[in-house]
Structures are given as C-alpha cells and as structure tokens.
C-alpha cells in the first residue's frame, strides 16, 4: 500500500461529506489530497485512511506549507479541503479542532490577484494574439464583453445563435443565457458591456466557426483546446495581473461602475454583478472583495 490509498479514501470521505461538487472544486480537492498523502507518506507517516488523521499530521504539513513560502490563502484553502473530508466521515468535532485559527493561517485575504484590464490594454494584448491565432482572440473578445470565464468562451460555439438573437432582439433585455462550460453546470444570464458591439463580436465569431469545422480554438478536443488557449495567451504576455481572467475582472468592476452611478446601492450592486458572473447573489460580499475592493469603495478603476 501507499499514500495513494489515503488519497483515494480523502475523496470518498469528501464526496459524502458536500455531495455535487463543481468540477474545477473537485479537481482542486483531489489535488491537495494528493499532495497532503504524498507528504505523509515521505515524512514517515504511513496511514491509509481518513480516521488515521491526527493533530500532529495536520500540523507537520501546514509546517512544510510555511517552510516552502506558501500564501496564508493558499494553506488555508488545502486546509479546508481535509476538513471537508474529515467532515465526510463524521470528524467534525476534531475538524473545528484544526480551524484555520488555531493553525494560524487565519485572516488570509481573499483579495484577488488580478488587475480590469481596461480596452487599451486588451487592444494591444488583442492584435498580439490574434497574429498567432485568430479563433483564440475571439474567445477573449467575447470574454471581455460578456465576462466569461475561459472554459466558458472555448465553448461558446455552442450558444452563438442563441446570443446573437438575444442580442439583436429591439424588444429583449439584451441578457445571453450562458450554459457550456459553467462551473457545476449552472446556467446563467447577464448583459453585456455593449449591446451592438457584442452582436458584432458574436457575429464574427459565428463566422469564424463556420468556416472552421464549428469552432473557435481548432482543437479537437475540449483539453486541447484549453491548452492552446492557455499557450497563445501565455505567448502574447497574459500572465500574472494582466492573465485573461482580468478581463472578467473588467467586466464586472465596469458593471459596477455603472450600477453605483445609476444609484444603485453597494449591496445591490455587488448581488446583481454576482450573480451576472455566475456566483450567485448570495455571494455578493464575495465580489465586493474581489472584483469591486476598489469600484465600491470609491475609487478609480485603471484603464489599464
């Protein structure tokens, strides 16, 4: 037997304690379990199952975190996922014992490390990107003006149509209904920064598909494709505050711009862009943090 044994019984553990998990959760979850048993196992500690967890486990790896320079967020957030699957198998007690306070990783900001990237930075990323691949920079136009996240603009072949009626519609709201590529397969609506330059984008987009075999990313496979898109992004310089995310990040402090300058409140706003970025209104707080710490607090939004 191995850590692999332990790995495997984290995941079941986990599965009973939270049920349906988005796929990007579980996939995130199956890798700290991994490398929480990998370290067990080098350090000595042969266990096999969850009930085999002790104290001084928990500690001896959050001690290893700390000594490799891990973020207070990132210990936090492996944390949680072995309590998830503590809680699994009815350890709650011992869970609440192993709180991120008493580990001293409480308090980690969950700021996001990304910047909006405004139109004129996204313009000289845009040229860049489309030069090595055309299809790509489709994606991350419509990403921009419809703040998707980058599964949801590989897929989005599927609902151009649907948009672009959605969008031309003179007697609809404009909203597109996003439902390919969704984090746990929810399905959502939302505006987007500007009705006719999204129809134009769509259709452009629809265009490109045609002429190539239904897709934006010509790839054939939804892997591949998101590695090229990763790739093409990277190559162009999208790394780090400037990564594609940031222009969801755009969309949503842009959104919120224009919500607190109709008078809409602060609270209100953040539910609204919530739940247009597909979190949901009750994680309204969750924005204010991340996307808007600067929009709904009064201050300026760079361009780029």
Same mark, same amino acid.
């Given at each position: 037997?191995?850590?692999?044994?332990?790995?495997?019984?984290?995941c079941?553990?986990a599965?009973?304690?939270?049920?349906?998990?988005?796929?990007?959760?579980?996939?995130?979850?199956?890798?700290?379990?991994?490398?929480?048993?990998?370290?067990?196992?080098?350090?000595g500690y042969?266990i096999?199952?969850v009930?085999?967890?002790?104290?001084? /486990?928990?500690?001896?790896?959050i001690?290893?975190?700390?000594?490799?320079?891990?973020?207070k967020?990132?210990i936090?957030?492996?944390a949680? /996922?072995?309590?998830?699957?503590?809680?699994?198998? $009815? @350890?709650?007690?011992?869970a609440?014992?192993?709180s991120?306070?008493?580990?001293?990783?409480?308090?980690a900001?969950?700021?996001?490390?990304?910047?909006?990237?405004?139109?004129?930075?996204?313009?000289?990323?845009?040229?860049? *990107?489309?030069?090595?691949?055309?299809?790509?920079?489709?994606?991350?136009?419509?990403q921009?003006?419809?703040?998707?996240?980058?599964?949801?603009? *590989?897929?989005s072949?599927?609902?151009?149509?649907?948009?672009?009626?959605?969008?031309?519609?003179?007697?609809?709201?404009?909203?597109?209904?996003?439902? /390919?590529g969704?984090k746990?397969?929810?399905?959502?609506?939302?505006?987007?920064?500007?009705?006719?330059?999204?129809?134009?984008? *769509?259709? @452009?987009?629809?265009?490109?598909?045609?002429?190539? @075999?239904?897709?934006?990313?010509?790839?054939?496979?939804m892997?591949?494709?998101?590695?090229?898109?990763?790739?093409?992004?990277?190559?162009?310089?999208?790394? $780090?505050e400037?990564?594609?995310?940031?222009?969801?990040?755009?969309?949503?402090t842009?959104?919120?711009?224009?919500?607190k300058a109709?008078?809409v409140s602060r609270?209100?706003?953040a539910?609204a862009?919530?739940?247009w970025?597909? /979190?949901?209104d009750?994680?309204?707080?969750?924005?204010?943090?991340?996307?808007?710490?600067?929009?709904?607090a009064g $201050?300026?939004?760079?361009?780029?």
């Amino acid at each position: 037997m191995s850590h692999q044994s332990l790995t495997a019984d984290l995941c079941r553990a986990a599965r009973r304690a939270r049920g349906k998990q988005a796929d990007d959760t579980r996939r995130g979850r199956e890798q700290a379990f991994a490398r929480f048993a990998q370290f067990l196992w080098n350090a000595g500690y042969q266990i096999h199952t969850v009930g085999q967890i002790r104290e001084k /486990h928990f500690r001896a790896w959050i001690d290893d975190m700390v000594a490799r320079a891990r973020s207070k967020r990132t210990i936090a957030n492996n944390a949680t /996922h072995i309590r998830t699957a503590l809680e699994g198998i $009815g @350890r709650r007690p011992f869970a609440d014992k192993v709180s991120n306070a008493s580990l001293g990783v409480a308090g980690a900001s969950r700021a996001g490390t990304k910047r909006p990237m405004g139109p004129d930075v996204f313009e000289t990323y845009r040229v860049e *990107v489309a030069v090595t691949d055309l299809g790509v920079a489709l994606v991350m136009e419509l990403q921009f003006e419809l703040g998707l996240r980058a599964e949801e603009g *590989v897929q989005s072949v599927k609902s151009l149509a649907d948009w672009h009626r959605a969008l031309t519609n003179p007697i609809g709201d404009g909203f597109v209904t996003v439902l /390919h590529g969704t984090k746990g397969g929810k399905t959502r609506r939302g505006p987007p920064l500007d009705r006719e330059r999204a129809a134009e984008i *769509v259709r @452009r987009a629809m265009e490109f598909s045609r002429q190539h @075999r239904g897709r934006l990313v010509r790839k054939p496979d939804m892997e591949k494709a998101m590695e090229r898109y990763h790739y093409v992004a990277g190559k162009a310089g999208m790394k $780090g505050e400037n990564a594609p995310h940031s222009l969801r990040y755009w969309y949503a402090t842009e959104h919120l711009r224009r919500l607190k300058a109709a008078g809409v409140s602060r609270r209100e706003a953040a539910a609204a862009v919530s739940t247009w970025l597909g /979190h949901g209104d009750g994680r309204g707080t969750w924005v204010e943090l991340v996307y808007g710490r600067e929009e709904l607090a009064g $201050g300026e939004v760079s361009n780029g």
